[in-house]
C-alpha cells in the first residue's frame, strides 16, 4: 500500500488563556475546518514565565491544520487584534495529512 500525502500548513498560536474562546471563533470563522487546544507553561524571550498557577497566568497553545492561505488569514488577524494587547507567539511549518478533506 502507498500512502498519498496531501500538502497542507500547520499553524500553532500560544497564547493567553483568556483568548481561547476569541481564538476559535475566529480560526473557524477564517476558514479552518478544526483545531486543537492544549494548556502549556514555558518562559520566553522577555523573562516573563507562565506557570499556569491561577487562571489569569494559563497559556494555551493552539494548532490548526488547513491550507496556506487560510493559516496566512488567520495569522494576520491574530497579530493585528490581539498581538498589540495580549501574550501571542505564532508559527507555521509545513506538514503532510492523509485525509484531506478533514482539514
Not at 473557524?28 to 483545531?35: D, E, T, V
Request: a neutral charge.
Amino acid at each position: 500500500m502507498s500512502l498519498i500525502k496531501h500538502p497542507k500548513q500547520l499553524l500553532v498560536i500560544i497564547a493567553e488563556a483568556v483568548l481561547e474562546k476569541s481564538l476559535v471563533q475566529d480560526v473557524k470563522r477564517l476558514g479552518a475546518q478544526g483545531y486543537t487546544v492544549y494548556d502549556v507553561r514555558g518562559e520566553g524571550s522577555t523573562g516573563g514565565v507562565r506557570e499556569g498557577a491561577w487562571e489569569a497566568d494559563r497559556t494555551i497553545e493552539m494548532k490548526v491544520i488547513c491550507e496556506p492561505a487560510v493559516a496566512d488569514q488567520i495569522a494576520e488577524h491574530v497579530l493585528r487584534n490581539y498581538a498589540p494587547n495580549f501574550a501571542v507567539t505564532m508559527f507555521f511549518a509545513d506538514v503532510a495529512v492523509l485525509r484531506p478533506q478533514k482539514f
